[in-house]
């Protein structure tokens, strides 16, 4: 019975090892229910992304703007590759962040998560009061207390993201975003790159970056480490329809396939506390 056990777990570590890079969200056997089965920290109770509801979230005066160092325009070449599951920029380290707490933060990467499945143009991955937005952006910082970010990815205060929605109404084509766009058609495959010469990331993201829901919760893919502290912007980052399509209907999955819908859906909050620094008001026009 013992080896039997033991012949049916080297299985299943090697299923696991040979999967290694195969979730997806919606196909096959390691989409985002079964995430959990693999990757065990995404079936954990501080799990990202969440519902942020208005009314719950606690306002806290003494949270601090966050101090966004090297945001602005940066001259140099900046990798961009389709890696089967979005589209991803490497950003420099020195792009930093400092929390309201004043930890410190280096950004890596920046990258997208988004729709366009069955005609649904919405793919932001935190929804506001059930609402979802239709691109979410999300850049990747790990905290500059480890020399990397491979350290810092296992780290209990390893991560902090920060993340503004996309909307889209009948806005105008939003220049910020020209020169990624006019780049994805060379990203189309898994596994292929292309260089960014040139870089604005505090032009790609909202006007107002003073705002912010702040949480505890996780990686929204595999391994899903519950070790990130969320900084989602409450103003919005504004497109036109037509470059949203674009980033839809750019790239292809591992399959081949048009790579749409990769957002995972939210998670329960448990017993977390979503805190931002201003105050509710149902009446706010937008
Ligand atoms: C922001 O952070 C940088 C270090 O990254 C520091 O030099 C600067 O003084 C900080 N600014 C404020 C206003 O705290
Ligand atoms: C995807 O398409 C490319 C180019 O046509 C081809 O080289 C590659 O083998 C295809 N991959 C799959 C999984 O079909």
């Known amino acids: 019975m013992r080896s ?20 997806t969200y919606s196909k096959g056997s390691l989409d985002e229910e079964h995430w959990p089965q ?7 109770q501080k799990q990202s992304p969440i519902n942020l509801q208005r009314k719950k979230v606690q306002y806290n005066p003494s949270l601090k703007r966050l101090n966004l160092t090297g945001y602005d325009v940066q001259v140099g070449e900046f990798p961009m590759i389709n890696n089967g599951h979005t589209v991803q920029i490497s950003l420099p380290p020195t792009m930093r962040m400092t929390a309201p707490d004043g930890t410190q933060y280096t950004a890596l990467q920046m990258h997208f998560h988004w729709g366009g499945a069955s ?55 939003n220049t910020h975003y020209s020169n990624f766009i006019s780049h994805l058609v060379n990203v189309k495959y898994p596994g292929q790159s292309t260089i960014l010469t040139g870089l604005d990331v505090q032009d790609m993201l909202p006007e107002d970056l003073h705002h912010y829901y702040s949480y505890k919760g996780s990686l ?50 448990n017993h977390r506390v979503v805190e931002a620094n201003f105050k509710y008001s149902p009446n706010e026009s937008e």
Not at 38 to 44: A, E, L, M, Q, R
Not at 126 to 153: C, L, M, P, Q
């Open 119 to 173: 005609s649904e143009i919405s793919g932001s991955e935190h929804t506001i009061d059930g609402f979802r937005f239709v691109i979410e952006i999300h850049v990747v910082h790990y905290n500059s207390k480890y020399k990397s970010y491979d350290i810092a990815k296992d780290a209990p205060d390893g991560l902090a993201v920060l993340a503004a929605l996309v909307e889209v109404k009948n806005y105008a084509e």
């Open 38 to 44: 693999h990757y065990p920290d995404c079936g954990g």
């Open 4 to 23: 039997l056990v033991t012949l049916v777990s080297l299985f299943l570590v090697g299923v696991q090892a040979q999967h290694g890079s195969e979730w």
């Open 220 to 269: 929204t893919t595999p391994p899903c480490t519950q070790n990130v502290q969320w900084f989602v912007l409450k103003d919005y980052v504004k497109m036109s329809r037509t470059q949203a399509l674009m980033l839809e209907n750019s790239l292809l999955d591992h399959e081949n396939k048009t790579l749409h819908n990769d957002y995972r859906r939210t998670q329960p909050l």
